[in-house]
């Protein structure tokens, strides 16, 4: 594959005609930026509208969630160890940013295991570290866990907030608020846990879904494929990602996983609570939960005025539709998640111009 | 946050594995991935192999292309619209 071979499959893409106007949503924070970066966007045949669905972990992760951290951080000193997309995201009444200008301790790190490297390199100081992401994080994030056991290193935990991703859907096609034709669905949550959790979607809701990749080629082979299913009226999942994901997914990932981890009912930003939609520490890792570890009483959450996020993680809106977009919200200065994470929608549009 | 990159597997020392891409080494932990070996193609997310690249199926596309890139020069030979 060459570019030119690229371009040609783009004006493919584009001539494409739909019998219909068709809304697909990607599931996928990273694909959202990826149908940017690549140009695929601007190559939409006409009557394909691409809708941003609850796939970027910063921003559907809940303000009470960041309030907490937080305050765990003024009241029992601890440093926090964080990706660095959480750092400049807008809590209730500060950020992470805002903090560390006051002194909080701020380790930002690539990897759990970073995180844990700090803590083992640094015994007098209490390390927590945010566990937030999907399913393709959650099984590093366990691997650090059950290696701060291993080489007992006690001064580190983790507060949990990560959340799975077929819950979400299914929540957002049982409140019916908007209409989706199919689903591009996440490439490397799926490397994880497979196709299979998905067919759900097509076996009792009757949208089809196609696992993508993150190149040219496989957005605008994956983007083909489901809209020739949704006009063929085939209600199927197909794996668009073959060379990364198995049917099966990877079960070694999923055992680790699950071997630290269990489901447990998580607040989404904008969707509410979505019931077995999040995972917690197993009472056999209860010495590694910064949640039990360091109480606290953050003060009750607030959203941002103004700010449309959850409606956008919901699929109803467009970053565009929000009247803060460009103007009080830019990614210098983030009113809400969306804007701050490199994959969030807002900030995405605003890198690449928007529509 | 669940991007991920794709490197090849240089060095295997344990529990971790030394990968490479565009002359960038780094250290990376397989205990997902336990059956990775040397010359592999990984896909790499907060410092973890996550999954390998499967040749045969990366080797379909390549195939995949083929084909319809043959489709499409017949197209314009014989003005068949069911190239692709
Ligand atoms: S533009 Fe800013 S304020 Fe508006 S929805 Fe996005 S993040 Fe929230």
Not at chain 1, 183 to 188: D, R, S, T, V
């Amino acid at each position: 594959m060459n570019n030119d071979n690229i371009r040609e499959l783009a004006d493919a893409f584009r001539s494409l005609r739909l019998k219909r106007d068709l809304r697909i949503m990607e599931v996928c924070g990273t694909h959202t930026t990826e149908f940017f970066r690549t140009g695929v966007r601007d190559v939409f045949p006409e009557g394909l509208a691409l809708i941003d669905g609850p796939g970027c972990p910063v921003c559907v992760t809940p303000n009470d969630y960041l309030d907490r951290a937080i305050e765990i951080a003024r009241v029992h000193g601890v440093t926090v160890a964080t990706f660095g997309d959480m750092v400049k995201v807008p809590s209730s009444y500060s950020s992470l940013a805002a903090e560390k200008a006051q002194g909080l301790h701020l380790e930002v790190v690539y990897s759990p295991l970073d995180a844990l490297e700090f803590a083992a390199a640094n015994p007098g100081i209490e390390v927590m570290f945010l566990s937030v992401g999907f399913e393709t994080t959650a099984p590093t994030e366990a691997v650090a866990v059950q290696r701060a056991r291993e080489r007992n290193i006690g001064n580190f935990s983790i507060l949990c907030g990560n959340k799975l991703t077929p819950p979400a859907v299914k929540a957002l096609l049982d409140a019916g608020e908007t209409r989706i034709d199919g689903f591009i669905l996440p490439g490397h949550v799926s490397a994880i846990i497979g196709v299979e959790p998905w067919r759900f979607a097509a076996d009792s809701y009757g949208k089809p879904g196609v696992v993508a990749g993150f190149e040219a080629y496989d957005l605008i082979t994956a983007t083909t494929t489901l809209v020739r299913l949704i006009e063929a009226k085939r209600y199927v999942v197909e794996n668009g990602y073959a060379r990364v994901v198995r049917d099966r997914g990877n079960p070694k990932a999923r055992e680790i996983m699950y071997t630290v981890f269990e489901e447990r009912d998580a607040h989404w930003r904008g969707i509410g609570i979505i019931p077995d939609s999040g995972l917690a520490l197993r009472d056999a890792y209860a010495d590694f939960d910064a949640w039990l570890r360091f109480p606290v009483e953050p003060p009750p959450a607030r959203e941002h005025p103004g700010c449309r996020c959850g409606d956008l993680l919901r699929g109803l809106i467009l970053p565009t539709d929000c009247g803060l977009f460009g103007t009080a919200c830019t990614p210098e200065n983030a009113v809400g998640p969306c804007m701050v994470s490199s994959e969030g929608p807002c900030s995405a549009y605003y890198k690449y111009g928007g529509l | 946050m669940c991007l991920a990159i794709p490197m090849t597997v240089k060095r295997i020392e344990g529990t971790r594995a030394l990968a490479e891409a565009y002359g960038v080494e780094k250290y990376v932990d397989i205990v997902m991935t336990p059956d990775v070996a040397v010359g592999d193609k990984v896909i790499i997310h907060a410092g973890f192999v996550i999954e390998r690249l499967d040749p045969e199926s990366a080797r379909e596309i390549e195939a995949a292309w083929d084909e319809y890139h043959r489709a499409m020069n017949d197209e314009k030979e014989t003005g068949r619209p069911d190239g692709a």
